[in-house]
C-alpha cells in the first residue's frame, strides 16, 4: 500500500531517521532545539556586529555575512524536517525539492567561499599586518561579499540540468528509474540523481565536478593561507602573542575542517539504498552542527 501511494503521489518520500512516530518526536524536538539555538546565536552576532561601532573591523563584518548565510543554510533543511517528523508526514512535493536543491547548493557554495575569504582575512592581518588597512579596505571587503555571494547565486543555477530534469520529469511525467524514496531527511542531490531516468547526467556529473574542483581550489587556499599563518606566528618570539593568534585561527580551521571534510564525505561516497546511521549523522554533520557551532567556535 505504501509503494503504491509512493509512486502515485506527486513527490518523494523522505525516510527520516526511524517509522516510528514517537522517535521522529524526539528527533523533531532535538532538531528544534539545534535550530533555536543557530538561530539565537547566529542573530545575536548579527545584532551585535552591526550595533557596535568598536566592532566594525573587517573580521567582524565578514562574521556577520557568515552568521546571516549560517540563519539561511540551516533554515532550507531543519524547518521541513522537524514539520514532517511532527506531522508524521514525509511527502515533500517537486517543487520544494527544487527549492531544496537550488538553495542548498547555492548557500553550501557561499559557506566554502566565505570561509575561504575569512582565512585570506586573517592571513593578511597576521603575515601583512603593514598593508592591512589597504588590503582590507571597506570597499574591497565589499566587493569581496558580493563576489561570494554571486558565486553561491552562480552555483545553484549550474543546477539547472539537473532541474531540468527534474521539471521534465514532474511536468511530462517521464518515468523514474527507481521509487521516489530518498534516503535523507531533506532533498539531497546524489540521493536525487539516481531516482531520475534523465540524459542530463553528463551535464549534472560535470557540475558537480566543477564544483568539487571549485571546492578543492578553495581548500588549497585556505591551507596555503594557515601554513603560512603557522610559520609565522612560530617566529613571534612572544608567547602571548602565539597564544592569542592561535586562540583566533584555530576555531576557525576547526570550523572549515569540520564542514568540508564532512561534505566530501557525504557527496563522494556511494549512494545505498539502505543507509545506515552513519550516512544520516555525516549528514548532520555538515547540514546542521556548522551553522550551530559557528557562534561559539569563529
Not at 74 to 93: C, E, F, K, R
Amino acid at each position: 500500500m505504501i509503494m503504491t501511494n509512493i509512486t502515485t503521489r506527486n513527490g518523494f518520500l523522505l525516510v527520516g531517521f526511524s517509522d516510528d512516530h514517537e522517535l521522529q518526536i524526539l528527533y523533531a524536538l532535538l532538531f528544534l532545539v539545534l535550530y533555536l539555538v543557530a538561530l539565537t546565536g547566529n542573530f545575536v552576532i548579527i545584532t551585535i556586529t552591526t550595533l557596535d561601532q568598536h566592532l566594525q573591523s573587517p573580521m567582524y563584518y565578514f562574521l556577520k555575512h557568515l552568521s546571516l548565510l549560517d540563519l539561511s543554510f540551516i533554515s532550507v533543511t531543519v524547518p521541513q524536517a522537524i514539520d514532517n517528523s511532527l506531522m508524521d508526514d514525509n511527502y515533500v512535493s517537486y517543487g520544494q525539492c527544487i527549492l531544496h536543491v537550488f538553495f542548498f547548493t547555492s548557500l553550501a557554495c557561499t559557506e566554502v567561499a566565505i570561509l575561504t575569504v575569512m582565512s585570506y582575512d586573517r592571513y593578511t592581518a597576521i603575515c601583512f599586518l603593514l598593508h592591512y588597512e589597504i588590503i582590507m579596505d571597506p570597499r574591497n571587503c565589499q566587493w569581496a561579499m558580493i563576489a561570494v555571494w554571486v558565486s553561491g547565486g552562480i552555483s545553484g543555477i549550474l543546477y539547472s540540468n539537473f532541474s531540468n530534469c527534474f521539471i521534465k520529469s514532474a511536468t511530462f511525467s517521464i518515468t523514474f528509474c527507481r521509487v521516489k524514496i530518498i534516503h535523507q531527511f531533506f532533498c539531497d542531490v546524489p540521493q536525487l540523481l539516481k531516482l531520475f531516468c534523465c540524459n542530463d547526467y553528463l551535464g549534472v556529473i560535470g557540475v558537480t565536478a566543477f564544483m568539487f574542483v571549485v571546492a578543492l581550489a578553495c581548500f588549497v587556499s585556505i591551507a596555503f593561507s594557515y601554513v603560512h599563518i603557522f610559520s609565522t606566528v612560530l617566529r613571534i618570539p612572544s608567547a602571548e602573542g602565539c597564544s592569542k593568534v592561535f586562540s583566533t585561527c584555530l576555531p576557525h580551521l576547526f570550523v572549515v575542517s569540520f564542514f568540508l571534510s564532512t561534505g566530501i564525505c557525504a557527496y563522494l561516497k556511494p549512494t545505498s539504498d539502505s543507509p545506515s546511521a552513519f550516512d544520516f549523522m555525516v549528514s548532520i554533520f555538515y547540514t546542521v552542527i556548522p551553522p550551530t557551532l559557528n557562534p561559539i567556535y569563529i
